[in-house]
């Protein structure tokens, strides 16, 4: 079993940056794609960047260069700094872990979720 806990979120205006943590629990960490996907209200749940455990990034296009994927094996962490927000960035995050996954794009993918953060970006 593998517990996240995601931290980092907040309201901030747009332009602006924020950077979120996600916790994982457990020895194998490394071990783990990691992933973040959000979900804003009535909309369905959207990929937006993994990190597989060979240290490969992806990212959907529409944070392509202004979000950037990293992970500390050693804090058993994972982060998304954000910059230049958008208000359309408004929704809730979330992080999970899928063990040795070689596929990022689909939430099928991943065997763990946490409890999400909410991001609010205001114009």
């Known amino acids: 079993q593998v517990q996240l806990v995601e931290s980092g979120g907040g309201l901030v205006q747009a332009g602006g940056s924020l950077r979120l943590s996600c916790a994982a629990s457990?020895?194998?960490?490394?071990?783990?794609?990691m992933g973040w996907f959000r979900q804003a209200p009535g909309k369905e749940r959207e990929f937006v960047a993994a990190?597989?455990?060979?240290?490969?990034?992806y990212y959907a296009d529409s944070v392509k260069g202004r979000f950037t994927i990293s992970r500390d094996n050693a804090k058993n962490t994972m982060y998304l700094q954000m910059n230049s927000l958008k208000p359309e960035d408004t929704a809730v995050y979330y992080c999970?872990?899928?063990?040795?996954?070689?596929?990022?794009?689909?939430?099928?993918?991943?065997?763990?979720w946490g409890q999400g953060t909410q991001v609010t970006v205001s114009s």
């Open positions: 999970a872990a899928g063990y040795r996954s070689s596929s990022y794009y689909s939430g099928g993918a991943y065997d763990f």
């Open positions: 990190i597989s455990w060979s240290l490969f990034t």
């Open positions: 457990g020895r194998t960490f490394s071990s783990y794609t």
